[in-house]
């Protein structure tokens, strides 16, 4: 049996060495591929191609007898790769003739991502950091495009020392939160007004398939390019109104941090012992646990900045515990019957999407047992 | 341009061609060695090869200029494939001489899971559904193993009429929760019982990697048998008390799907427009929606039966409920502060779990990108 075996595995070993050097052949395709695309200023993320692409692969594997989403899991890992290294070749810029981008806060996480990004792609890059006021008149002379990126409590009192800008300069902002800091740079500045917020963290490895949320704000004409630009980088862009905008971050972001915090708060007063937590885990609870541990590796005070930004957010939390005291009621009587109902609703809520999500989490779950085990 | 593109796309298609090839023969090498394993009686999943198996591989990777993590993500993915399709090739009976397996409840989802996999594995199944009690006695005559798989609130009846197995006979369940049922089962029948909690749900391709846990109940010698079959079909078991396994299940079971129905019902009630929703969301929202939704497309007696099933659960959900509303105090106040000094308190009990739960996440919201456009 060991012979039998061995014999076996030296094959698979054999077909694994080939699978690397077809990868690294695959890799350096696609860089040519991206080096063409970056010369005449082609997205690197071209979602109908890719669509395209896949569904052909499906075909070919399923005539050898290859499962079609295997194929396509291992593409679309290969092609993520392929997308963050296209950062090295550089990017096409799309308004050769703009004057020189300042990035205030440029040295915060999210501003040196997009200082790097608009250098590659050929802009004249310079930083305003936190303590380089003395020096701001100098850095902003001249600005094509002045960007906005510092602590949300710090964004507000920022922009009101931008009065002096260029009139056709384009003042734009990476805040969190938009109407606020829209209003702001609409009263301070006369020209192109723009907010952006990258739904985004700055670890990504490239902005293939992220989110850019633009508002306009004024002379929109004035910065299509920009919003091109993204699109070259990989980014989807999204455009909301500031107001839209704010009330879906009191979803997706100060809800959702505020649970995960609750939740850290709660877990660390219980005191389970994690390791054997995780032993007893389903894929999905491990999940959630990774999804709320992770947010203890990062800033707290960023956290409570977002959360505490609006009464909005206040509220919406407000309302949560509200209907999440309500629903405790149910248990309290054992009403199972009241607990189907309200159930029954949500499900009828999400209509079509409550299956799409099984499906896709499906995927993501068996992903994760995947990794499981991993060092 | 096009001319240049289109031969490079050729080029790429043919790189491709030859990764499905190539995955098409590891599937087969894989398929042997899993003949081989299952005549000897090997378990599927061996933790200590794959991983000495995965390092050498990434070495390999690395010199040949391919970025580690992508070969050991690609072939994690195909080892999934692997492992499911074992099932087709069977597995070594380790108790050749049991006599029959009754499964009651072995017509719901998680009953026929293990019938198929029982019956891969050389065991007489027999089925004792809901409607079969009437033959009762002539199902269970002889029994070498009972497993009892119903609904949680059916459990303790059901238990309570097994009272005339064989005193040989192994008396074990399935359910989520185990003090009661393992209670039952002790009282009941006087031979070998022993409960267990498979963690995971009926729709898994295979057991390499999932948990089972285990609680003793009496004269385990006359199943060790049993715990190493499981770990043949892939899985790890985890042995713990039935207490410390309700308690565990209090927080992994009945607050996180509580708090997912809570949600649910909030989104409702909120009603934004999911489309919106998602084109607006960072990765990880659109993680949790997708969490959240897939409940709902599940049966909501079943939920609602889990969260129901002891007072302890309801009491853990009202703690938590209690720190939400302390800590939206916090929020109330503006306390800055005092919400990173809470913040900062999780961050030392979560130790060095929070930065490995920030790497681990990272892949997994990377996959879950990768994936966001799938149609």
């Known amino acids: 049996m060991v012979a039998e075996l061995s014999q076996l595995r030296d094959k ?3 077909v694994d060495k080939q699978m690397v050097a077809l990868l690294a052949e695959r890799l350096a395709l696609v ?9 005449h200023g082609l997205p690197i993320y071209a979602p109908d191609r890719e669509a395209a692409m896949l569904a052909s692969r499906r075909d070919e594997a399923a005539q050898q007898g290859v499962p079609p989403d295997l194929i396509e899991d291992i593409l679309r890992r290969t092609m993520r790769e392929s997308y963050a290294s296209e950062n090295d070749s550089g990017f096409k810029c799309l308004n050769p003739e703009l004057r020189p981008i300042v ?8 501003g040196k991502l997009f200082a790097k990004l608009f250098t590659l792609s050929g802009y004249d890059v310079r930083i305003l950091g936190s303590q380089d006021w003395d020096r701001a008149d100098e850095i902003l002379d001249g600005a094509g495009m002045v960007v906005v990126t510092v602590p949300i409590h710090l964004t507000d009192g920022v922009i009101r020392r931008l009065g002096n800008l260029p009139a056709d300069c384009i003042l734009a902002d990476l805040t969190s939160i938009k109407s606020e800091p829209l209003q702001a740079m609409l009263e301070v500045h006369q020209g192109p007004v723009v907010g952006l917020h990258p739904m985004f963290g700055p670890d990504i490895s490239s902005l293939a398939k992220q989110v850019i949320i633009y508002c306009d704000g004024r002379n929109p004409e004035s910065y299509q390019w920009l919003l091109e630009q993204f699109q070259i980088w990989g980014a989807s862009i999204e455009r909301v109104s500031a107001i839209e905008h704010d009330q879906g971050m009191t979803l ?3 809800l959702r941090h505020f649970t995960s915090f609750v939740y850290g708060v709660h877990l660390a007063e219980e005191d389970p012992r ?7 885990s ?7 646990l990774a999804m709320v541990g992770r947010l203890f590796a990062q800033d707290g005070s960023l956290y409570g900045d977002i959360i505490m930004s609006s009464p909005q957010n206040i509220a919406m939390i407000k309302r949560f515990h509200q209907r999440f005291g309500q629903a405790i009621a149910l248990l309290e ?3 199972k019957a009241g607990f189907k109902q309200a159930f029954d609703q949500v499900e009828t809520w999400f209509g079509d999407f409550a299956g799409r999500f099984l499906k896709e989490s499906q ?13």
Do not use: F, W
């Open 333 to 335: 009587n054992q009403d």
């Open 103 to 110: 990035i205030v806060g440029g040295k915060g996480q999210l």
């Open 274 to 280: 994690l390791e054997q937590l995780l032993a007893m």
């Open 31 to 39: 860089a040519q591929v991206g080096e063409v695309k970056s010369q």
């Open 12 to 14: 698979i070993d054999a």
């Open 252 to 254: 997706i972001q100060a």
């Open 282 to 288: 389903s894929p999905i609870y491990r999940l959630e």
């Open 363 to 375: 995927g993501l779950l068996r992903q994760a047992n995947d990794a499981t085990h991993r060092g």
